[in-house]
């Protein structure tokens, strides 16, 4: 089965600086997606940014983007001038081809410091 | 116009009582889920249907029952509740983009 592993439970950047959030994660197969996904305090998840494992660019969304290592099994993530609208808890997800489920990590909380 | 709305956005009620939460999507999406999530915020996967068949059964007991009378619709009802039943669920849903899911508010269910 597959598992994703996020290390930071919390974490703080200053506003305007860059943070880097990790994610590690478990599996066999070759190709896969993996995902990181935003929850702010109003509860709503929203997804961040994308990648397939079959690319290697990494994939980049204005202010975000990750570090996608494929034989370490990472998937980091990379938020530049940080804003107080980033304070929320980070979820790392992995799918697998061709099915529906989504296993997300523990998540990061992360704060952002006036 | 919510994309994903859930009702109630809270309930508080008895171990051993019956409830039920709604979830539509106006999105024209086929595949829709629920997701639970703890109290230490771990998201996990309950069930998912795509154009109102069962494509995903977790090892959810028995109480809990989906329901999805079209597409646009799944609700989760649960019986006998449980103190461990209190959680934030979420209704989803999504088409096309692997992964890309739309998710609901999070409906806060309190068990006393």
């Known amino acids: 089965a597959q598992t994703v592993t996020q290390s930071q439970p919390e974490m703080s950047v200053q506003e305007a600086e860059t943070v880097t959030l990790s994610c590690t994660y478990d599996t066999s197969e070759s190709d896969y997606y993996l995902f990181w996904y935003k929850q702010p305090p109003s509860r709503q998840m929203i997804l961040v940014i994308r990648q397939e494992a079959y690319k290697q660019q990494n994939a980049t969304e204005n202010r975000f983007s990750v570090n996608f290592q494929k034989a370490a099994k990472s998937f980091s993530l990379k938020i530049s001038d940080s804003q107080l609208g980033d304070a929320a808890m980070y979820f790392c997800?992995?799918?697998?081809?061709?099915?529906?489920?989504?296993?997300f990590g523990t998540g990061t909380r992360l704060t952002i410091i006036p | 116009d919510t994309a994903v709305s859930q009702t109630p956005k809270y309930l508080v009620t008895q171990m051993g009582n019956d409830k039920s939460i709604k979830c539509e999507q106006n999105l024209g999406h086929d595949t829709m889920y629920w997701y639970k999530q703890d109290s230490k915020k771990f998201l996990k996967i309950m069930f998912s249907?795509?154009?109102?068949?069962?494509?995903i059964n977790e090892t959810v007991p028995n109480r809990f029952s989906p329901k999805s009378p079209d597409k646009a619709h799944l609700n989760l009802h649960i019986n006998s509740l449980e103190l461990g039943d209190s959680a934030v669920y979420f209704c989803?849903?999504?088409?096309?983009?692997?992964?890309?899911?739309?998710f609901g508010e999070g409906s806060r269910l309190t068990v006393l």
């Open positions: 249907y795509n154009n109102k068949e069962l494509i």
């Open positions: 997800a992995y799918r697998s081809v061709g099915n529906e489920k989504l296993t």
């Open positions: 989803a849903s999504s088409q096309g983009i692997p992964g890309e899911l739309f």
